[in-house]
C-alpha cells in the first residue's frame, strides 16, 4: 500500500523552461512533506520542504506547493538547468514517528 | 558544513557473513535513521533510533538487524547473516526533527 506515490518515473524538459514534479499522498496525517534530489551512487540531499499548515514555500528557483484537500503536491524548478538532471524523491513524515515516507522517484532530464 | 558521513563506501561480502555499516550522524541530531534501496528501486526506510533505543522498525528490519549507537557519535548497521537479497546502497540519516540530512551511503554488495 503506497501512501506516497509518484507516478510519473521519468521527465524530460527544455533547458530554461519550468520542470514540474508530482506527488500524491493518501495519509491526511502526514505534517510535513519533503523533496530530495538523488545523483547516482549518492545519499539524497535534502532540497525543499513544506508543513502541512502552508500551501507554497520557495526557495530560489525551488517551488513547492501543496493542495491538502487534494492530497498532492508539486516541485516546479524554474528556470530548469541542467545540473538539475537527477531523481527527485518526495517524501512525507509521519507525526507520530517522524518516519519519512518515501515515493518512487521521478527522474528529471533537462536537455540542452 | 556539518554532514552525514558513513564507511566503508564499499562493502563486498560473503553470503553468510556478518557486515557492520557505519555512520558518524551530525552532532547536535536526536534521530537516527537507517534506509536502504536497492539497485533501481525506491528507497526503503529500515529503522529510527532516538534517545538511545529503536523508536520505529520497518517490516525489513527483521531479527538478523540490530543498530547500535556505541559511543555517542557512531552509528552502526549490523546484519548478523547476509543474504543476497541484502545487496542494495544503504543510507544512514541524522535530524533534528523531520529534515533529515543523509551519508553518501555504502553499497553493500553480498556473494
Known amino acids: 500500500d503506497q501512501q506516497v506515490k509518484q507516478n510519473s518515473p521519468s521527465l524530460s524538459v527544455q533547458e530554461g523552461r519550468i520542470s514540474i514534479l508530482n506527488c500524491d499522498y493518501t495519509n491526511s496525517m502526514f505534517d510535513y512533506f519533503l523533496w530530495y534530489k538523488k545523483y547516482p551512487a549518492e545519499g539524497p540531499t535534502f532540497l525543499i520542504s513544506?508543513?502541512?499548515i502552508k500551501d507554497k514555500n520557495e526557495d530560489g528557483r525551488f517551488t513547492v506547493f501543496l493542495n491538502k484537500s487534494a492530497k498532492h503536491l508539486s516541485l516546479h524548478i524554474v528556470p530548469s538547468q541542467p545540473g538539475d538532471s537527477a531523481v527527485y524523491f518526495c517524501?512525507?513524515?509521519?507525526?507520530?514517528?517522524?518516519?519519512?515516507?518515501w515515493g518512487a522517484g521521478t527522474k528529471l532530464i533537462i536537455k540542452p | 558544513e556539518p554532514e552525514v558521513t558513513q564507511t566503508p563506501s564499499h562493502q563486498v561480502t560473503q553470503m553468510g557473513q556478518e557486515v557492520i555499516l557505519r555512520c558518524v550522524p551530525i552532532s547536535n541530531h536526536l534521530y537516527f535513521y537507517w534506509y536502504r534501496q536497492i539497485l533501481g528501486q525506491k528507497v526503503e526506510f529500515l529503522v529510527s533510533f532516538y534517545n538511545n533505543e529503536i523508536s520505529e522498525k520497518s517490516e525489513i528490519f527483521d531479527d538478523q538487524f540490530s543498530v547500535e549507537r556505541p559511543d555517542g557519535s557512531n552509528f552502526t548497521l549490523k546484519i548478523r547473516s547476509t543474504k543476497l537479497e541484502d545487496s542494495a546502497m544503504y543510507f544512514c540519516?541524522?535530524?533534528?526533527?523531520?529534515?533529515?540530512?543523509f551519508g553518501q551511503g555504502t553499497r553493500l554488495t553480498v556473494v
Open positions: 517524501a512525507a513524515s509521519d507525526p507520530s514517528n517522524y518516519q519519512l515516507i
Open positions: 540519516a541524522s535530524s533534528v526533527r523531520t529534515e533529515a540530512f
Open positions: 513544506i508543513s502541512s
